[in-house]
């Protein structure tokens, strides 16, 4: 998924299985909790977490509730310029992704996610 939304020019569709959205593993929402840093983090980096704390491991797969879709939507736009994207060497445009066609699966007994 992710090399989907970076390359959204070459690929014109994605099928994904027990995928999250784009940049959501590592985007702290406002209602989101965090937990300390250990050496066995199993996600190190968090963009909006105070020094010395992470999100919890799938935080967006086990509280979908918190997840703020529009931030996630926009974060290209953030963060390769605006309209159109104006840092070379970085996404292609979200422009591309509007024709894409996209399938998301999960397992039907994953008790990853709190259906």
Not at 36 to 44: G, K, L
Not at 66 to 95: K, M, S, W
Request: glycine letters at 6%; aromatic letters at 12%.
């Amino acid at each position: 998924h992710q090399f989907h939304i970076a390359f959204s020019s070459l690929v014109t569709g994605a099928c994904i299985f027990a995928g999250q959205p784009f940049h959501c593993a590592v985007s702290k929402f406002s209602a989101d909790t965090v937990e300390p840093w250990t050496p066995w983090t199993r996600s190190p980096h968090c963009d909006g977490c105070v020094k010395g704390t992470v999100l919890p491991f799938d935080h967006c797969k086990r509280r979908p509730d918190v997840v703020d879709v529009g931030a996630l939507v926009d974060y290209p736009r953030r963060h390769c310029g605006q309209n159109p994207i104006t840092i070379q060497e970085c996404f292609d445009d979200p422009e591309f992704l509007q024709r894409a066609r996209v399938f998301v699966f999960r397992g039907s007994r994953d008790n990853v996610y709190q259906a």
